[in-house]
């Protein structure tokens, strides 16, 4: 189970008031999942992990946002013992990305997977185009198709329509689960498993924190307070480098879910020891309007003693510090750290009064980029 240092009063029946609201969402179908894991579907993904892995010296990922970020964050934090090599591409549309990605799947036999719920985002679809035609050029129509592997919406969408037409491998994003809280489905899983993450565990560790869900409303409220009190940025800090994009889902998590209205905390993240040494001093020394979340994964005993002593330096340098400490660094301790946050995210931004679901202000520059593309 998550531990914390700190215990905010929470008004109990703002509590049950916020949480009824966030489990009766129409888009709050992830707060129910890990309790109602479609089997079919996980043998589904664990037969299309064999077959990548079977065929395949190379995996190429291509998604943006919470298309990406669930999965690579594990990716990285866990680094799974396997044989193949993955490679991300459609998160920029820089073109030197794009080619290095595809320089660096080279001669080798790979497969696809894409990832876009709305089956529309230009990132992606760029990439996509550009490994297809890769895919084509080296197997033939047919075998380049069999190996390609598309997370999408149920019915609709530029993805969708081409998966059906050619036949590509299917799964689904459920209507009623948003981008950034979609890592404990296909879109997170299948990746994961192909990667050689182990699935179940993750998936187990995400249903205790379901049924313990009273850290995670702490949080939320804590954070909410906090804001409220002026503290308008929280830095979440972590000391294992491998966590950097985990931090990069909190980031997403925390700015879609939050940033609306003139409202939320600004998300930003650090990695120390590293960061001591760049944003140490501002963290020390620099305006007092952040407070520092410190995810305290279970570690070696030097670095244990550089997070007290963190903790100590920064709480007499007047930041507010909230320790997170998960159970364990592996799929479990992952699985519980994504609900817990996604349950907190969530319940913040209600109290904030937004919609922790939706993204408004992603549009706006979609809408002058198509004006300049045109
Ligand atoms: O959380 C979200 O909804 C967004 O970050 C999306 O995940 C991101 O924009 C990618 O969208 P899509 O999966 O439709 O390509």
Redesign the pocket.
Known sequence: MIKLNFSPKVDEAISKRILDEVYQDPMGGWAELPGRINMEELAEIRKSAQKIQNESEVLVLI?????YLGHRALIEALRPKSELKIVYAGNSLSKRELDFALDEVGEADFSVIV???????LE?AVAFEAFKKKLVEKYGEKEAYSRIYATTDANSGALHDETVANGYTRFVVPDNI???YSVLTAVGLLPLAAAGVNIEELLVGAAEAMRENSTAVLYGFMRYALGKKGYNTEVFASFEPATMYFNEWLK?LFG?SEGKNRQGIFPASVVYSTDLHSLGQFMQDGRRDLFETIIDYPTDEMNAKVVTAVVKAHTAGGIPVLLIKPSSFDERGFGELIYFFELSCAISAKLFGVNPFD?PG?EAYKKELKKLLS
């Open positions: 998604g943006i946002g919470g298309s990832i876009s719920k709305s089956g529309t985002t992606p948003g981008g950034r997403q879609e993204q992603v």
